[in-house]
T-cell receptor, first 114, second 111 residues
Framework: DTAVSQTPKYLVTQMGNDKSIKCEQNLGHDTMYWYKQDSKKFLKIMFSYNNKELIINETVPNRFSPKSPDKAHLNLHINSLELGDSAVYFC?????????????FGSGTRLTVV | GESVGLHLPTLSVQEGDNSIINCAYSNSASDYFIWYKQESGKGPQFIIDIRSNMDKRQGQRVTVLLNKTVKHLSLQIAATQPGDSAVYFCAETSNDYKLSFGAGTTVTVRA
């Protein structure tokens, strides 16, 4: 009955590889997000999708490509991984922030690039 | 720069005491504010929210205060318990699609 689930939870890979992180929400929310949390715990938005349409792309390198096949899924593909991509990536969803309730976050994917 | 920030990165509190976590923001257009709690290895969890037309809101053991004049937000936790040990984030938004987060305050509860 997990509300926002993302896989995998841990991902260790070498520089230059391509990897994907998957996210699914069963809350019926219209909007989904990817956030990156760095080693200092700072959370920064990467992408926002509303009903499968890209709303926000926060100057993320084009090596990062989100894909939303339907409004319940928002996957993140990363090409040519770099050391600086190491972080925890969080997927989240909401039914529009102005309606209240904020985001519901997944449990995160810890990506380590070696 | 970022639109929200926290005054202190760490807070140590005795079990049973009240905790106060502060946050300053700079975006005058922000109209919705949220506090999140993040435990180790987990995603941020919603605690309480407040809109800009309010200055106080209470939940179970938590109270959020908003001072729009000085752009300040605080979270008060009553009778702090060991389970309250976590990183706390304030977040703000002025639209429907983007929350901006502060850097987080790590709260440690001493037994």
């Amino acid at each position: 009955d997990t509300a926002v689930s993302q896989t995998p939870k841990y991902l260790v890979t070498q520089m230059g590889n391509d990897k994907s992180i998957k996210c699914e929400q069963n809350l019926g929310h219209d909007t989904m997000y990817w956030y990156k949390q760095d080693s200092k715990k700072f959370l920064k938005i990467m992408f926002s999708y509303n009903n499968k349409e890209l709303i926000i792309n926060e100057t993320v390198p084009n090596r990062f490509s989100p894909k939303s096949p339907d409004k319940a899924h928002l996957n993140l593909h990363i090409n040519s991984l770099e050391l600086g991509d190491s972080a925890v990536y969080f997927c989240a969803s909401s039914q529009g922030l102005q309606g209240g309730g904020g985001y519901t976050f997944g449990s995160g994917t810890r990506l380590t690039v070696v | 720069g970022e639109s929200v920030g926290l005054h202190l990165p760490t807070l140590s509190v005795q079990e049973g005491d009240n905790s106060i976590i502060n946050c300053a923001y700079s975006n005058s257009a922000s109209d919705y504010f949220i506090w999140y709690k993040q435990e180790s290895g987990k995603g941020p969890q919603f605690i309480i929210d407040i809109r800009s037309n309010m200055d106080k809101r209470q939940g179970q053991r938590v109270t959020v205060l908003l001072n729009k004049t000085v752009k300040h937000l605080s979270l008060q936790i009553a009778a702090t318990q060991p389970g309250d040990s976590a990183v706390y984030f304030c977040a703000e938004t002025s639209n429907d699609y983007k929350l901006s987060f502060g850097a987080g305050t790590t709260v440690t509860v001493r037994a």
